[in-house]
């Protein structure tokens, strides 16, 4: 059990937050985050690549030089994937990079994520993060505080919040995500985690809500 400073947006201790990493995921199966961070980034492939094979680049298909009696190996068109200027082999062409796990496997590996970044003490709690209006300005004076200033930071909040977006997303290495848009690659991406207490409150939430459906079913 981890006693966790809570912070105040100017950096100042206003109290502890008792959590473990148990509380979010029993166990860390680094296999299966790494299955999953995979599959995540495979999903983020364009898979718009294409070049040429034989039959599509420029080039006579006349025989370049008769068969025998020049003492040089054998060649046929100037198009061959082993001459110079020739297509390739083996041409790409596009293709459908992503695939998905199981959903219970994907979630798995979200609380693992956060478990490990609690393990690992990369997290940050802040008491509250509400603007009345965007500021870019006092996000970057919280950071600061916090001494996450040039870190890449993922920030997270109960709910969507569209002022703490606003106020972090001109901020270069900054990312803002609610609770539910949490995944293994977002969370294990940056150097740190910012998140609020009601956010921390929501992910143990719904942590307990999946084991209590994992042991009923």
Do not use: C, W
Request: aromatic share 4%; glycine share 8%.
């Amino acid at each position: 059990m981890a006693q966790l400073p809570i912070y105040d947006r100017s950096g100042r201790e206003v109290g502890t937050y008792t959590i473990a990493p148990e509380d979010v995921a029993a166990t860390i199966n680094k296999q299966l985050l790494h299955d999953v961070v995979v599959m995540y980034q495979a999903n983020l492939r364009q898979g718009t690549f294409r070049s040429k094979g034989r039959g599509e680049v420029a080039g006579s298909t006349k025989k370049l030089y008769r068969q025998k009696g020049t003492g040089n190996a054998r060649a046929g068109s100037r198009r061959s994937g082993t001459r110079r200027g020739g297509g390739h082999i083996f041409a790409k062409r596009p293709r459908d990079f992503s695939y998905r796990l199981p959903r219970k496997a994907v979630q798995a590996a979200t609380r693992m994520a956060i478990a490990s970044r609690i393990r690992d003490n990369e997290i940050v709690i802040i008491d509250d993060l509400g603007f009345a209006a965007p500021k870019t300005k006092e996000m970057a004076a919280i950071l600061n505080a916090l001494k996450l200033s040039g870190l890449t930071t993922l920030i997270t909040t109960a709910a969507i919040d569209a002022n703490v977006y606003r106020s972090s997303r001109n901020i270069e290495g900054v990312s803002v995500a609610p609770v539910a848009d949490l995944n293994a690659l977002s969370v294990l991406k940056p150097k740190r985690l910012l998140v609020t207490k009601a956010a921390l409150d929501e992910i143990k939430a719904r942590a307990a809500r999946n084991t209590t459906a994992d042991a009923a079913s």
